[in-house]
């Protein structure tokens, strides 16, 4: 059995910076990609960023130049710094990876149970 475990949440002025974490933990062979996905109310769940086992990232549109992505392989961990957030950043976070739980099993996507960001303004 898999678990991802969100951390770093909470409400924060505009502005402000916050850094939210995932660890993977239980029966993992290897962990590939791992990302951070974002759902506001009323919109559908949107990419926020997505980094490979060997460390290359990607960023959606509304967040590139202010967030970063970044990844523990020792730890099983993936890392959200969030800087200059704005109102609309405002969303449930949901942390994302794939992972093999056997070397002759594929990976499989699991989901962590996401934590709130709140930006005031």
């Known amino acids: 059995q898999v678990q991802l475990v969100e951390s770093g949440g909470g409400l924060v002025q505009t502005g402000g910076s916050l850094r939210l974490s995932c660890a993977a933990s239980?029966?993992?062979?290897?962990?590939?990609?791992m990302a951070w996905y974002r759902q506001a109310p009323g919109k559908q769940r949107e990419l926020v960023a997505i980094?490979?086992?060997?460390?290359?990232?990607s960023y959606g549109d509304s967040v590139k130049g202010r967030f970063t992505i970044s990844r523990d392989n020792a730890k099983n961990t993936v890392y959200l710094q969030m800087n200059t957030l704005k109102p609309e950043d405002t969303a449930v976070y949901y942390c994302?990876?794939?992972?093999?739980?056997?070397?002759?099993?594929?990976?499989?996507?699991?989901w962590g149970q996401g934590t709130q960001v709140t930006v005031s303004s």
């Open positions: 239980g029966s993992i062979f290897r962990v590939g990609a």
């Open positions: 980094i490979t086992s060997g460390g290359s990232t």
């Open positions: 994302n990876a794939q992972i093999a739980i056997r070397y002759s099993s594929g990976y499989n996507s699991f």
